[in-house]
């Protein structure tokens, strides 16, 4: 298993709240993502990362903002929590000579009540 | 933006049976990547695919990508009640790292 970590595996917090989830690689990879996954919309990716201190938007950022210092860490921020933010959020990475396959971590369940 | 549309949403099989599910795209896609995902875990890579016409081998699994690059195709032969879960397609957008994901082919079998 590629070794990402994502913390926490739960949080239950209350709209207009400060949230951050964090992404920890083991394997010193380039490229970092954060995904959502809600029912009948699969994966979307929110934003990424292609180096420190290198990021961009995905499909839906708005709402979301991320931040990347060292190589091994990708946080994601919800600024001000909404309820339409609950939702399960996936790390993923890739790079190195496999660097067009994509790994996920185990998850992280947020619910913004 | 570009999309990936994934058939079936679903499917209920018999154990034993052959399974083939699908995913297209109105662009071109230059890699192609199956992913199986079990509940309360995260996507497991099953096959990459990364030319045009290749057909990939993965135990019962058998992915290929298709000639017009803009599709491509999951099979899963003897399907036993592990292979349940939902199976995504996934591809970078075109000349970026920016991954996107087909809706997903829930799959369930039974014994």
């Known amino acids: 298993d590629a070794g990402i970590t994502q913390s926490p595996r739960h949080k239950v917090t209350e709209t207009g709240t400060p949230v951050t989830l964090r992404c920890h690689q083991t394997?010193?990879?380039?490229?970092m993502y954060w995904y959502r996954q809600d029912p009948g919309h699969g994966l979307r990716l929110i934003h990424y990362?292609?180096?420190?201190?290198?990021?961009d938007k995905g499909e839906v950022s708005d709402g979301y903002s991320v931040s990347r210092s060292k190589t091994e860490d990708f946080l994601l921020t919800l600024e001000s929590a909404t309820s339409s933010q609950t939702s399960v959020y996936f790390c993923?990475?890739?790079?190195?000579?496999?660097?067009?396959?994509?790994?996920f971590g185990s998850g992280t369940q947020l619910s913004v009540l | 933006g570009q999309q990936l549309n994934q058939s079936p949403q679903s499917m209920f099989i018999q154990e034993g049976e052959d399974v083939s599910m699908n995913c297209t795209s109105s662009s071109i896609f230059n890699t192609w990547l199956w992913y199986k995902q079990e509940p309360g875990e995260g996507p497991v890579l099953l096959i990459a695919?990364?030319?045009?016409?290749e057909l990939t081998s993965n135990g019962r699994l058998t992915a290929q990508f298709g000639i017009t690059r803009k599709d491509s195709f999951l099979n899963i032969s003897a399907s036993i009640p592990s292979d349940v879960g939902i199976y995504f397609c996934?591809?970078?957008?075109?000349?970026?790292?920016?991954?996107?994901f087909g809706t997903g082919t829930r799959l369930k079998v039974l014994a």
């Open positions: 996934a591809g970078p957008t075109s000349g970026t790292y920016k991954y996107i």
């Open positions: 990362s292609y180096g420190v201190k290198d990021t």
């Open positions: 394997e010193n990879h380039r490229y």
């Open positions: 695919l990364y030319k045009a016409g």
């Open positions: 993923a990475i890739s790079g190195g000579q496999g660097h067009e396959k994509l790994f």
